[in-house]
């Protein structure tokens, strides 16, 4: 899709770690970490403390259901460990209880006069200010900022304690920039220390956790804070919820690029669909309407009927100047697409550039050179020379937008260079560059069978979906006992070569020992499963995987692997009834 990063980083990178547990501390050292024994959802059945995502239930602000430290379907509210009512373990569906545990709390209440006037100033879009302030005002409670969980930064001091995932997940983002200043020579505290420009471009659901606990913790730990937050809608397709389950999703490469459509359609879409702050919905029939009427129909029409005409009859740039009422609405151009760049209303930005591409088509419509060059050729000259310079002035400022393409119609204006190393302001620069490059058009018109086909896919996604859904094929009791299900104990594991998912596992089933490979590797490190208790089905016929034979299959639930195992010790081998 053309988007390029200076430096991919992982939350689990040992330099987030390091920086967690540094600035942790530093918020200890400045007095603004308490600990204090709390109520935590327990899961008898399972044996744990069910921290955030384990546990589901229902919102005391609102009373719909919630997630354990969220009510992601009601009113939105963080919610802290013990809050949630009538707690159940996902895992197991058993109803929790809650048991005294001590944690760590964050003197989030301390920072209200810093966050309000912060919020206030901050530059963004309003819903990522509104929606915190109005939170704020309202209630500002001190924050659990430890879990009891096996993976995680651990708490410094403590080997049974874990921070919380949206404390070390934005540090995170200074961890990453850390780890490329490393790389580049630079300074990563020039970034995030002191006055910085650092925005964050965040979705609708996360604003609490960047609006008010991001800043209050950098303030607290003395580090600079954001400059900007953005905050997005959420993605719909055809008028549904995003959702892989459901069938309702489009995958980029299978369902897009693999179909050969251009990735800059897709950029223009996503951009010119809608305010960047509300819901962006997906549909494969406005997406064709959008691109043959806009891109094809306004910006492609008029680069190609200007450059192919220039280049028939005057083989090189007129060099008559451009005339003043022209670099007048390029300017008046840059304005208004400056000015909504400014607020992040990337819509009306784009919204701009192409009315400056439907004034281009009006005005060469309108002047016809093609019927004037019979009567008036420096006429027509002075009519293209125009026209050109509107063409340099679109493709400057629609680069971000559409790279490639912006790319292909620079150099078919003749330059030579990147178009992303020329300044948006050129656009009012007069063209001197020699039309040399024979002109094609731009984009392509996706046809109704195309996008009907393309339609199509998503719905039979969609049926597909539901049909699994309905259909869950029913066992005889005879046909269950054919599968060999027994207990084994995981001897050894080692990452499978070549391979970014899958651990080659020996596993003891009782007097055997059987080699099973499986994608567990993004979520177990090797010497976490050695000594663990695992449920196996040990007559699945052999299979080769990444060229591993694997003999079994152990069995894990969701999308996080979580492995089954018994709650009691039993001898490996024990049968499963």
């Known amino acids: 899709m053309n988007v390029i990063f200076d430096q991919f980083g992982m939350t689990d990178d040992p330099a987030t770690h390091h920086r967690t547990r540094s600035i942790v501390s530093e918020l200890i050292r400045n007095g603004y970490v308490y600990k204090q024994v709390v109520h935590q959802a327990y899961c008898t059945r399972c044996q744990r403390f069910l921290p955030d995502r384990y546990v589901e239930g229902t919102c005391p602000h609102c009373g719909t259901a919630a997630r354990g430290d969220e009510c992601d379907q009601g009113c939105g509210k963080h919610l802290e460990p013990g809050e949630i009512r009538d707690p159940v373990c996902k895992v197991c569906r058993t109803k929790a209880e809650f048991r005294d545990q001590e944690h ?20 963004g879009t309003s819903n990522a200010k509104n929606y915190a302030i109005g939170w704020i ?11 009891t969980l096996e993976w995680g930064v651990k708490f410094p001091g403590r080997d049974d304690l874990v921070v919380y995932v949206w404390v070390d997940a934005p540090i995170g983002y200074i961890a990453f920039t850390e780890e490329w200043a490393r790389k580049a020579g630079q300074d990563w505290k020039r970034f995030w220390c002191g006055e910085n420009r650092v925005t964050h471009f965040i979705g609708g659901d996360i604003i609490y956790h960047h609006s008010i606990f991001w800043p209050a913790l950098l303030k607290g730990a003395g580090y600079g804070v954001p400059h900007a937050i953005v905050a997005s809608g959420m993605v719909k397709v055809d008028d549904h919820k995003f959702s892989k389950s459901r069938g309702y999703v489009v995958w980029t490469n299978d369902d897009y690029l693999d179909k050969g459509l251009h990735a800059d359609y897709l950029r223009y879409y996503l951009l010119a669909y809608t305010s960047h702050t509300k819901e962006l919905n997906f549909s494969w029939k406005i997406f064709g309407e959008r691109i043959n009427n806009e891109v094809v129909n306004i910006f492609g029409n008029f680069v190609y009927r200007t450059l192919f005409f220039s280049h028939k009859e005057f083989n090189d740039i007129p060099a ?13 151009t840059l304005t208004s697409v400056d000015r909504f760049m400014q607020d992040y209303e990337f819509k009306g930005a784009v919204d701009q550039i192409m009315a400056l591409a439907a004034f281009g088509n009006t005005y060469i419509q309108t002047n016809a050179p093609w019927k004037l060059i019979k009567t008036d050729r420096t006429g027509a000259e002075r009519v293209i020379k125009n026209c050109i310079q509107i063409v340099k002035a679109i493709t400057l400022l629609i680069e971000p937008v559409m790279p490639s393409k912006a790319q ?17 302001n050129e656009a009012a620069v007069d063209i001197e560059v020699a039309c040399t490059k024979v002109p094609g058009p731009l984009f392509s018109r996706l046809e109704e069978p195309q996008i009907a086909e393309l339609e199509a896919l998503l719905q039979k996604r ?17 046909e269950f006992q054919k599968m060999d299900l027994r207990t084994g104990r995981v001897l050894s594991a080692e990452p499978v070569k070549k391979s970014k998912k899958l651990l080659k596992i020996q596993v003891d089933i009782g007097g055997e020992t059987r080699q099973i490979v499986a994608g567990m590797q ?8 050695v000594g663990r208790d695992v449920i196996v089905v040990t007559n699945l016929a052999p299979a080769k995987i990444f060229g591993t034979e694997s003999n079994g299959m152990i069995l894990a639930a969701g999308d996080s692997a979580s492995l089954l195992t018994p709650l009691k010790q039993v001898d490996p081998g024990t049968k499963i009834r």
């Open 522 to 529: 993004q979520f177990y490190k090797p010497e976490e499963l």
């Open 104 to 123: 760590y709390f964050f003197r989030l209440s301390e920072f209200k006069d810093f966050l309000l006037p912060f919020l206030e100033n901050v530059e």
């Open 462 to 478: 969609v049926h597909e979906a539901d049909r699994k859904k309905e259909r869950i094929p029913v066992l005889s009791i005879e």
């Open 408 to 424: 292909e119609c620079w150099t078919m204006l003749g330059y030579d260079d990147m178009v992303s190393n020329h300044a948006v």
């Open 137 to 147: 005002k309202e209630d500002l409670h001190d924050w659990c900022i430890t879990r």
């Open 320 to 332: 008559c100047p451009v005339d003043p009422a022209i670099i007048i609405e390029i300017e008046k």
